[in-house]
């Protein structure tokens, strides 16, 4: 009798706390907008955007600024300045990233748009552009760089989510998605392609839609088959982009550039600099490379 007393004593106990811990958690989200809970390492930036410039010579940044030139509807016109001063930036803007000391992307999802499982194949693709792994799937929140997450979009707001820049994580507005008239395999690219972007984002490689800004294909709407431009399905969409998404050498080029502006610079993606590319295909959240 006396045990039973005990234990329902402790599970009383645990019930209060438990009940206090979620009130004090509800009463700092409601204050703060789950800052803390949400973006766990601050958007980080290089001191006067230079990139470090120990580790690639003016030869690979040139060729790395080449690669990411690109077309009308592709690449950032901006990455240029990169091979010139070192400078990381868009026009005048610096580009921010999200890694931390580890140099790894730690993501926790609660989305049910971007499950787990899509977040994996995200982290995959990304994982093997580089050839090392950059971007991981931990358990916790706690555990995370950032958290990614759905929520309700603002009035007249049709975006469709991504990477916010004000302790937000990364967001997504699962209202907005209009699916009907595709296909399944078609929905599942779709938004692995947009999650992948994002991701791309965090990591620190901006828009590559074209132009000076990296925004042409989306002033114009001009979708395409590099993923980190606009990259969509439907009958408007490139004929390729029905098979998956496939990554490209200025997804590399970028990441390597990108890599040179964390907190601790990394060399990735060396393979643009030899006569054999790494090719990473996702379809239906299966991911191979050649």
Same mark, same amino acid.
């Given at each position: 009798?006396?045990?039973?007393?005990?234990?329902?004593?402790?599970?009383l106990?645990?019930?209060?706390i438990?009940?206090?811990?979620?009130?004090? #958690? /509800?009463?700092?989200?409601?204050?703060?907008?789950? #800052?803390?809970? +949400?973006?766990?390492?601050?958007? +980080? %930036?290089?001191?006067?955007?230079?990139?470090?410039?120990?580790? $690639?010579?003016?030869?690979?940044?040139?060729?790395?600024?080449?690669?990411?030139?690109?077309?009308?509807? %592709?690449?950032? &016109?901006?990455?240029?300045?990169?091979? !010139? &001063?070192? $400078?990381? $930036?868009?026009?005048?803007?610096?580009?921010? #990233?999200?890694m931390?000391?580890?140099? @790894?992307?730690?993501?926790?999802?609660? =989305?049910?748009?971007?499950? %787990?499982? @899509?977040?994996?194949? *995200?982290?995959?693709?990304? #994982?093997?552009?580089?050839?090392?792994?950059?971007?991981?799937?931990?358990?916790?929140?706690?555990?995370?760089?950032?958290?990614?997450?759905?929520?309700?979009?603002? *009035?007249?707001?049709?975006?469709?989510?991504?990477?916010? +820049?004000?302790?937000?994580?990364?967001?997504? +507005?699962? @209202?907005n998605?209009?699916?009907?008239?595709? *296909?399944?395999?078609?929905?599942?690219?779709?938004? &692995?392609?947009?999650?992948?972007?994002?991701?791309?984002?965090?990591?620190?490689?901006?828009?590559?839609?074209?132009?000076?800004?990296?925004?042409?294909?989306?002033?114009?709407?001009?979708?395409?088959?590099?993923?980190? =431009?606009?990259?969509?399905?439907?009958?408007?969409?490139?004929?390729a982009? !029905?098979?998956?998404?496939?990554?490209?050498?200025?997804?590399?080029?970028?990441? *390597?550039?990108?890599?040179?502006?964390? $907190? /601790?610079?990394?060399?990735?993606?060396?393979?643009?600099?030899?006569?054999?590319?790494?090719?990473?295909?996702?379809?239906?959240?299966?991911?191979?490379?050649?």
């Amino acid at each position: 009798m006396k045990i039973m007393k005990w234990l329902g004593g402790l599970l009383l106990l645990a019930v209060l706390i438990g009940g206090a811990m979620w009130g004090m #958690n /509800r009463m700092y989200r409601g204050m703060f907008g789950n #800052n803390h809970y +949400y973006q766990r390492s601050r958007a +980080y %930036t290089t001191q006067d955007g230079l990139l470090n410039q120990k580790m $690639r010579s003016p030869q690979q940044m040139k060729r790395l600024t080449q690669l990411t030139h690109g077309t009308r509807y %592709t690449g950032n &016109t901006s990455l240029d300045q990169a091979a !010139r &001063t070192y $400078r990381y $930036r868009v026009g005048k803007d610096d580009i921010s #990233n999200f890694m931390g000391t580890d140099a @790894k992307l730690q993501l926790y999802t609660t =989305s049910k748009l971007m499950t %787990t499982a @899509k977040v994996r194949v *995200a982290a995959s693709f990304w #994982n093997r552009v580089a050839g090392q792994p950059i971007v991981q799937v931990v358990q916790s929140a706690k555990q995370s760089d950032e958290v990614i997450h759905d929520a309700q979009p603002k *009035a007249h707001d049709q975006s469709l989510g991504g990477q916010t +820049y004000d302790r937000q994580g990364m967001v997504f +507005y699962p @209202k907005n998605w209009r699916s009907s008239g595709l *296909a399944a395999t078609e929905k599942s690219d779709w938004q &692995t392609a947009v999650l992948i972007r994002e991701i791309g984002h965090a990591l620190g490689i901006p828009s590559l839609a074209g132009g000076r800004q990296g925004t042409n294909a989306f002033d114009q709407g001009k979708i395409t088959a590099e993923v980190m =431009s606009y990259w969509s399905v439907g009958s408007a969409a490139p004929a390729a982009n !029905r098979q998956g998404i496939t990554s490209t050498t200025m997804d590399g080029a970028a990441l *390597a550039l990108a890599g040179l502006s964390w $907190r /601790r610079p990394q060399r990735l993606a060396s393979w643009v600099f030899t006569q054999h590319p790494v090719i990473v295909h996702v379809h239906d959240d299966r991911v191979t490379t050649k």
